[in-house]
């Protein structure tokens, strides 16, 4: 069974940093795009970043870029979110996303990352 | 960037009936590869997003067929069929065809 399990949110200060981790398995890891998206509590969905299988191809939503880094290690099966000069609206459920054929199959319970002073 | 417009925001269904929901995008999202990736998920609270349909008509797995997927170049719909008390929440389309990808703003579907 594939399994997505996103870790390290918690409570930070406006302008401080913060990483998120998704660990996975089930799934040949390395054939497979990945992508983080995020829920303010009670709003709607966005997405914040897609990484390639290879991490040639990276993005990011505009109202992240400059401040997140998104990195893979496939040796290691996992996924990363550099999160920088964090701001209050960065409050946000955090969930790691399998991508392929059917993009955003499979999902992590999220992780949440709350940015108050 | 592409906007995903939703109708309606709201969805009172009676239990047995049908729901469908529109999804409206702001350019094609036909990809330059010919296919159009249109998704749709659905979400319970407390859960995270659960995806249904995929490159607009493609089930995935494990979803039942009362769910389906249509529509070309612009214009989406999801249809869920018999509606049962499990299809309550928000349901949401997505395009990952072109960066930045975009979701609609989530439709809740609720039982009269």
């Known amino acids: 069974d594939v399994q997505v399990v996103e870790s390290g949110g918690d409570l930070v200060q406006p302008g401080r940093s913060l990483t998120l981790s998704c660990a996975v398995s089930?799934?040949?890891?390395?054939?497979?795009?990945m992508h983080w998206v995020r829920q303010a509590p009670g709003k709607g969905l966005e997405w914040v970043s897609t990484i390639s299988w290879n991490s040639a191809i990276i993005a990011y939503a505009d109202s992240v870029k400059g401040r997140f880094t998104v990195s893979r290690d496939n040796a290691k099966d996992s996924l990363s979110l550099q999160m920088n000069n964090l701001k209050t609206e960065d409050t946000a459920f955090y969930y790691c996303a399998k991508g392929g054929e059917s993009p955003f199959d499979s999902w992590g319970q999220g992780t949440l990352v709350t940015v108050s002073s | 960037d592409i906007v995903m417009t939703q109708t309606p925001l709201s969805s009172p269904v009676t239990l047995g009936q049908s729901a469908s929901i529109s999804c409206r995008s702001t350019q094609s999202l036909v990809h330059s590869d010919g296919n159009t990736y249109l998704s749709w998920f659905h979400q319970r609270p407390g859960q995270p997003p659960r995806l249904l349909i995929y490159k607009i008509s493609n089930r995935f797995s494990g979803v039942p067929d009362r769910f389906s997927g249509s529509g070309a170049g612009t214009d989406f719909t999801l249809k869920i069929s018999r509606v049962e008390a499990a299809d309550v929440g928000v349901y949401y389309c997505l395009q990952s065809t072109q960066f930045p990808f975009t979701f609609g703003q989530g439709t809740k579907l609720e039982i009269k």
């Open positions: 089930g799934f040949t890891f390395d054939d497979y795009a």
